[in-house]
């Protein structure tokens, strides 16, 4: 997973730039980071996101292989029958 930064000191210089008092504008830059870390710390990535969408494609293909060769082999089946029953009417 990749890291996400958060600048607490710039965000703290910034609250206190528009008149909020340091030690509130330094509390609540480290409480945002805090929940930045809880609530990203789950976050998938495009690497967990292609990992996932292989493991789709994957289990959609051999789903899709599995119907095919089920066809196939009734179609099978159906030949054969059809081709004994014609046997044994005499054709």
């Known amino acids: 997973m990749s890291a996400i930064t958060f600048d607490t000191l710039k ?3 910034r609250l206190k730039e528009a008149g909020v008092p340091p ?3 330094e509390a609540e ?3 945002l980071s ?3 870390d809880v609530n990203l710390r ?3 990535t495009r690497e967990d996101l292609r990992h996932d969408l292989t ?3 994957n289990r959609l293909e051999n789903r899709i292989l599995s119907k095919l060769y089920q066809a196939m082999l009734l ?3 159906a030949l054969a029958a059809l081709f004994g029953g ?3 009417f005499g054709y």
């Open 11 to 13: 965000f703290a210089n």
């Open 23 to 25: 030690a509130q504008a």
């Open 29 to 31: 830059a480290v409480a």
């Open 34 to 36: 805090e929940v930045f």
């Open 42 to 44: 789950e976050l998938a």
């Open 55 to 57: 493991e789709l494609e």
């Open 75 to 77: 179609q099978t089946f």
């Open 86 to 88: 014609l046997k044994l």
